[in-house]
């Protein structure tokens, strides 16, 4: 077995920590990309609380590995980069897909989430996910429905008894 520099051994511990403590990981595919284009998209990642570093191969592969997550090693070839976030899971395949529509040279390798491998097109979809203010309030909303039918079916007899008694008042004024 080879001997890993001490440097190297730091760099496979960090990769570890972002294995273990992201909510989302998506390796991507750079190659091609210009010098504007990837200051751009490492611009749009900072602003989306997005961490974004290109690492070797060998160092991922061992990094995934202390860190169990199995299934990788397939997706590393090339050139690849590591887009991770603790914070929100679907900002990270956002950003990335959204780049990757208009600039094609970024592919979407694959992705882990919670600690299971995800291929290209789960990425995408995630990324097609709502963001999460949406969905909690079409589940509070959805939740206040049964709620707000009720109040409307309640007062719709208490306004029957009133449209009765107004037509009484009336039909006794009138005679």
Do not use: H, W
Not at 61 to 76: D, F, K, N
């Amino acid at each position: 077995m080879a001997v890993i520099r001490p440097e190297k051994v730091a760099k496979i511990a960090a990769l570890k920590e972002i294995f273990v403590n992201s909510k989302c990981t998506v390796l991507v595919d750079f190659c091609g990309l210009t010098v504007a284009q990837d200051t751009e998209l490492r611009r749009k990642m900072r602003e989306a609380g997005v961490s974004y570093e290109v690492n070797k191969n060998t160092l991922i592969r061992i990094a995934a590995q202390e860190a169990g997550v199995e299934g990788l090693e397939a997706y590393l070839e090339k050139n690849t980069a590591v887009a991770s976030s603790t914070e929100d899971p679907v900002a990270v395949a956002k950003v990335v897909c959204e780049f990757a529509k208009t600039n094609k040279q970024l592919v979407v390798k694959a992705g882990v989430l919670d600690g299971k491998v995800i291929s290209a097109d789960e990425v995408k979809a995630l990324a097609a996910l709502p963001p999460k203010e949406v969905l909690i309030a079409k589940v509070l909303g959805s939740m206040n429905a049964p709620i707000t039918g009720f109040v409307n079916v309640l007062q719709g007899t208490i306004r029957n008894v009133v449209y009765a008694l107004d037509a009484v008042r009336k039909a006794k004024e009138s005679a």
